[in-house]
């Protein structure tokens, strides 16, 4: 079946723009995650939805990080002012249920260069 | 807080030459511990996951055993395409209801043919 889709796979942006990041996840799963990952670095855990509300959004480095998945499928991570500091590449992954300990699947990336 | 530490941060093996990859962890109540393989640029691919003591897992020249401290993924005969950076990630007791993975920096295994 299908995988956790992202889009899109590259993004290049000035400093100060806004960005959107998309995330697919795969059909079923009910917990999605996004994580920012720099090079050399494990997964960096950003924000947590179960179904369509944000059941852990404690990872958002500042008020200028911003998640949404209002129909409880796909989600989109929202960059407000981009700085430098936020060129990585972001992850999402989705797993069957977020009450209990199960494996994460994850999307491709997408790679975000801040000019 | 949760904490993993991967060892060695880079690898080089010849193919055919077997070795272990560790991942130590400090975790409140561990609920899990996962081993997920990264190709460069591209997103985890999940590989296993352990939950208690004395588990062991295998997959093709792949496997993970996991102890109250860390876990080891050993690689048997490795082959080139072996080639990627492993992650190891740990589940706890979740706070609030949420289970958030710490994962570590990982490991960068090259297989030279």
């Known amino acids: 079946g299908a995988g956790v889709s992202q889009t899109p796979s590259n993004k290049v942006t000035e400093k100060g723009k806004y960005v959107e990041l998309r995330c697919d996840p795969i059909?079923?799963?009910?917990?999605l995650y996004w994580y920012r990952q720099s090079l050399g670095q494990g997964p960096e855990f950003l924000i947590y939805?179960?179904?369509?509300?944000?059941?852990?959004d404690s990872g958002l480095p500042n008020d200028r990080f911003f998640a949404v998945r209002p129909e409880g499928s796909v989600s989109t991570l929202k960059i407000q002012r981009t700085e430098r500091g936020d060129s990585a590449m972001y992850l999402c992954a989705s797993s069957l249920r977020g009450g209990a300990p199960y494996e994460q699947y994850f999307g491709p990336g997408t790679r975000l260069t801040v000019t | 807080e949760d904490q993993v530490t991967q060892s060695p941060e880079a690898l080089r093996l010849q193919e055919g030459e077997s070795s272990s990859l560790n991942c130590s962890y400090t975790v409140s109540g561990l609920r899990g511990l996962f081993w997920y393989r990264q190709d460069p640029g591209k997103g985890p691919e999940f590989l296993f996951t352990?939950?208690?003591a004395g588990e062991e897992k295998e997959k093709e020249r792949l496997k993970a055993t996991l102890t109250k401290k860390e876990s080891f993924l050993h690689i048997t005969a490795p082959k080139p395409e072996d080639s990627a950076t492993y992650l190891c990630a740990v589940q706890g007791d979740p706070s609030g209801g949420s289970y958030i993975p710490t994962f570590g920096r990982g490991t960068s295994l090259i297989v030279h043919p």
């Open positions: 352990l939950y208690s």
């Open positions: 939805f179960q179904g369509t509300g944000a059941a852990d």
């Open positions: 059909s079923g799963h009910t917990a």
